[in-house]
């Protein structure tokens, strides 16, 4: 049941992802290279530390580049 | 002392490799070198204070796609929380030692890291490691990823050598997103954690009361250690948790920048095999004060569900018939953290490359509600961090 809820909650979140995206150039990419756009978490080691230890829960770093463009 | 050196080694070499790495990067002229100092102290108001300074460095070569990374800390913890005057113990000071290192190359659209992780303390020894596989589409519009990890811990009891005493606990991590430009100032993620969990991460030094069905009654969320001891009955078990756990969070995140600030909300659903569920809010939004500073305001909501064998007061009938699973640990149970907090970064370098020095600092306050917990109800906790990053 778990794991059904959870891949209808993935799909709905792929598919609104998906849907509505338009053809963005790499010259159009300014305001996505500033280091605010990160797709990774801006969340600091020391800050994640005491995250971890202070919610039962784990896992959430997701995504592993993509944004400005650049390699 | 052999055995001293040995473990402390491999901090060494990621120090050096720190500060070897920008005088490298600048020696090479095509590369870019990063190396930052950070310092964090927690406190909190159970008595837990925990100081921890941080050194890390990284080359990488923007042409080219490769890079390198390392990271080393030390955390002090100091405690004295009512768990531990519970069993008459005294204030402990531990310190632990943490290291991490990392490499990826991504010369196209294609893109592989791997990194590696371990920490020392005398009762708890852990090493890491994984990969990362990245792939863009769509002319990096859109990027996928999935990535895999692997951990092993040692836990041990101070005092004593990990061969006298010792536990293994393995975890496999498991990863997989897709990250989608949807305009030029909007991006969204979307990643599924998956961990599988295997060994007995019970704490040894964590005893657990135990009280007839009439008594238990009579303990209430936050009863005082002196209760706790007056109703107990004398056999006191140590925590038992189940020796499996698989863990599932599903995560999104989206950042929007239409003009000179950035808004930034990340969603994280979480259940598991012990029953736990959980939702996490965080939301920040970095606005720029001119070129040189961002200031943010950063606002965090945490809500979790008890494990299925979570009791605020576990029941004997006195005949040894102690609870298979049994457990003490607070961030078990049914919580509900409010965390607020402001950030800044200030680009320090010369005009034009502002970026080459960067000071960064962040203090945030959390405030936990826990509703069935012994000793606790509430907790404050206050974190600040200031970090200082040269680029070369």
Request: aromatic letters at 10%; one cysteine or more; proline letters at 4%.
């Amino acid at each position: 049941m778990m794991h059904r809820s959870l891949s209808f909650g993935l799909a709905l979140l792929l598919l609104a992802v998906v849907s509505g995206c338009s053809h963005v150039h790499a010259y159009e990419r300014g305001k996505l290279a500033h280091p605010s756009m990160a797709p990774a978490s801006l969340v600091g080691p020391g800050e994640e530390h005491m995250y971890s230890v202070h919610e039962g829960a784990t896992g959430g770093d997701t995504a592993g580049g993509g944004g400005c463009g650049c390699n | 002392m052999q055995l001293t050196l040995r473990r402390v080694a491999p901090a060494f070499s990621v120090v050096a490799a720190c500060l070897v790495c920008p005088a490298v990067a600048r020696a090479e002229g095509n590369l870019t070198g990063r190396a930052s100092a950070e310092t964090s102290v927690f406190q909190d108001s159970n008595a837990t204070t925990v100081f921890t300074p941080t050194i890390a460095g990284g080359v990488e070569s923007p042409t080219s796609g490769w890079g390198v990374n390392g990271r080393y800390l030390v955390d002090v913890v100091s405690a004295a929380s009512p768990d531990i005057v519970s069993t008459a113990s005294r204030r402990w000071m531990e310190v632990r030692h943490a290291g991490n290192i990392g490499a990826r190359y991504k010369p196209g659209n294609t893109g592989f890291a791997i990194n590696g992780a371990t920490s020392y303390t005398p009762d708890y020894l852990s090493f890491s490691g994984g990969g990362t596989f990245t792939q863009d589409l769509d002319e990096k519009n859109l990027t996928l990823s999935a990535s895999y990890g692997l951990g092993y811990d040692r836990i041990g009891k101070t005092g004593t050598s990990f061969s006298v005493f010792s536990r293994d606990f393995v975890y496999h991590l498991m990863n997989v997103g897709v990250t989608r430009i949807v305009n030029p100032s909007l991006l969204v993620s979307v990643g599924l954690d998956f961990q599988v969990e295997r060994g007995d991460q019970s704490k040894p030094y964590r005893f657990i009361p135990l009280f007839t069905a009439a008594d238990a009654s009579k303990i209430g969320a936050g009863a005082s250690p002196d209760q706790v001891a007056n109703l107990r009955q004398q056999e006191k078990p140590l925590e038992q948790l189940p020796l499996a756990r698989e863990r599932y969070a599903l995560t999104g995140r989206l950042a929007y920048r239409p003009g000179k600030a950035t808004l930034r909300l990340d969603e994280r659903l979480y259940a598991d095999t012990w029953s736990m569920k959980s939702t996490t809010t965080d939301f920040r939004y970095l606005m720029d004060l001119g070129d040189r500073i961002t200031v943010w305001p950063h606002v965090r909501f945490h809500y979790q569900s008890a494990v299925s064998f979570w009791q605020l007061a576990y029941v004997t009938t006195g005949n040894g018939d102690i609870p298979k699973l049994r457990t003490g640990d607070r961030e078990l149970g049914q919580l509900v953290n409010l965390g607020t907090g402001l950030g800044m970064r200030w680009a320090l370098g010369a005009r034009g490359k502002q970026d080459a020095w960067v000071l960064s600092a962040t203090v945030d306050g959390v405030y936990t509600k826990f509703f069935e917990a012994l000793y606790v109800t509430q907790r404050l906790s206050v974190l600040g961090v200031v970090n200082l990053e040269a680029t070369f």
